[in-house]
């Protein structure tokens, strides 16, 4: 049990309805008594009562509720008190514990101490703050599926499946004439039903990713094609300006709208062109940089007119990665699209509704593969949970090679074992106090 006691206000900054102070360790009744001391505390019972500060004035009035250890969100002693939503009330009853001997509360220090206590796994853990971050519903309810929990123990049951292998080795590494060696075809059978196991959590993960995170897309494109128009277009509104001038946009413009409920972020950028002043080839330094790092590159170029350099280059820049191309003005001409003759690209108008439709289903179709996203299942979440799964799956490949090249079974023994300890990231039964820090450090003071 954690020797001191935590208070801090749970609900966020400025003026509500009500404002809730939250205290949780060993000290809570101690403090009970001499903030609410006409309160008697019964377990989960709202106390109405008279909230009074160190030197017994009253701050407000308001409901009291005690979860005594272990039933209660942190495992420990809790006091919630419900006070009215003015931030001066609730900051006097947070200088009341703390002048009666209470600390103020870490960000997640209540939800670390729930952890330590063995009220939830890491996993389900940093998921709170998943949820409370969360933008879209569908991000609300991919992180409450990992508040449930499950995760940990899915994963614990495939380190057992490991182990159970290793010891299977082992007896014939350690006493080759007593022990036969295990049947390679029966452990390649079981590795592959992991590995699969493994790639699955992978691609759950990945779409939790997507369902969090949404998918970013670069606008890029020639000066004056269009790529402000088309922002605005998809937006609906006139976010970016546009001109018949070349080089009207000089700094990136971000903006979110949901295709299928999940987030897309749309950047607009500063055409790209060779002979720019120095502003503009700021600019076009900044579209390199958000080109670089979106996950879509959606590429605007005048369809209308034969394709320039510019065109040409962007055209060969972005061929191998992800990318939507769109030959706009349509309705001047549509020479520049026939010519360049590139497979799937949409050619037609920000003006038209049917072009914006198609433009729309393009970054669908390669952002989540057309279906709309949504996931119930518990699922990897954190950086570092990935990290762990691809290393175990390289580990587990690894394993398998051996055993079709009829190596030595001993071989696979510290493959298997790399696999079972990386995984123990996952599980929580090995979290190392970076990754704790990591996974608190998100959280909101109160929570
Ligand atoms: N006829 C026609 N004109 C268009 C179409 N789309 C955009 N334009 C015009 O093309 C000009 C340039 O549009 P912008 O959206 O500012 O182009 P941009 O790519 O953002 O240009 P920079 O910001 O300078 O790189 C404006 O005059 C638009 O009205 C279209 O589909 N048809
Ligand atoms: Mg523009």
Not at 35 to 53: F, K
Not at 244 to 267: H, K, Q, W, Y
Not at 396 to 411: K, S, V
């Amino acid at each position: 049990m954690t020797a001191d006691t935590i208070a801090a206000i749970a609900t966020p900054p400025g003026r509500g309805a009500i404002a809730i102070v939250r205290v949780s360790g060993p000290d809570v009744r101690r403090l009970a008594a001499r903030i609410v001391p006409d309160v008697q505390l019964r377990p989960r019972y709202a106390h109405y009562a008279e909230i009074l500060d160190e030197n017994h004035r009253a701050i407000d009035r308001g409901l009291v509720l005690f979860s005594p250890a272990p039933h209660s969100y942190t495992g420990e002693d809790t006091l919630e008190l419900h006070v009215h939503g003015s931030p001066v009330v609730a900051n006097d009853v947070v200088r009341a514990l703390l002048a009666r001997g209470a600390r103020l509360a870490e960000p997640g220090e209540f939800t670390r101490r729930a952890f330590m206590n063995g009220k939830m796994d890491l996993h389900a853990a940093s998921s709170v703050a998943d949820l409370i971050d969360a933008e879209t519903r569908s991000a609300a309810r991919a992180a409450l599926a990992n508040l449930g929990g499950g995760l940990a123990g899915e994963v614990r049951a495939l380190r057992s499946r490991l182990t159970a292998i290793v010891e299977d080795c082992s007896g014939a590494i350690d006493f080759p004439e007593e022990v036969p060696e295990p049947d390679r075809e029966r452990v390649d059978t079981e590795l592959r039903a992991v590995l699969e196991r493994l790639e699955q959590l992978r691609h759950d993960g990945e779409v939790g990713r997507l369902v969090r995170e949404g998918v970013s897309v670069a606008i890029v494109g020639p000066p004056n094609a269009g790529k402000s128009s088309l922002l605005n277009a998809l937006l609906g509104e006139e976010r970016a300006i546009v001109s018949e001038i070349p080089g009207t946009t000089r700094d990136t413009i971000e903006e979110s709208i949901a295709i299928d409920g999940v987030r897309v972020r749309l950047v607009d950028t500063a055409g790209i062109r060779e002979h720019a002043d120095r502003l503009e080839a700021a600019g076009i330094d900044r579209t390199r940089r958000v080109l670089t790092s979106a996950r879509i590159a959606l590429l605007v170029l005048d369809g209308s007119q034969p394709l320039d350099a510019e065109a040409r280059a962007l055209l060969t820049a972005t061929a191998d990665r992800e990318r939507v191309v769109f030959f706009n003005k349509a309705d001047l001409g549509e020479d520049g699209a026939h010519e360049a003759n590139v497979p799937d690209a949409i050619v037609g108008s920000v003006r038209e509704p049917g072009t914006l439709r198609a433009i729309r289903a393009a970054i669908a179709r390669i952002g989540w593969g057309g279906e709309v996203p949504d996931l119930e299942r518990p699922h990897l979440a954190s950086l570092y949970e990935f990290d762990a799964v691809n290393a175990a799956i390289a580990a587990l490949t690894e394993a398998r090679a051996t055993l079709q090249r009829g190596d030595a079974m001993d071989w696979i023994v510290s493959d298997l074992q790399q696999a079972y300890a990386v995984l123990g990231h996952v599980s929580g039964d090995f979290a190392a106090e970076e990754v704790l820090t990591g996974v608190f450090a998100r959280f909101c003071i109160g929570k």
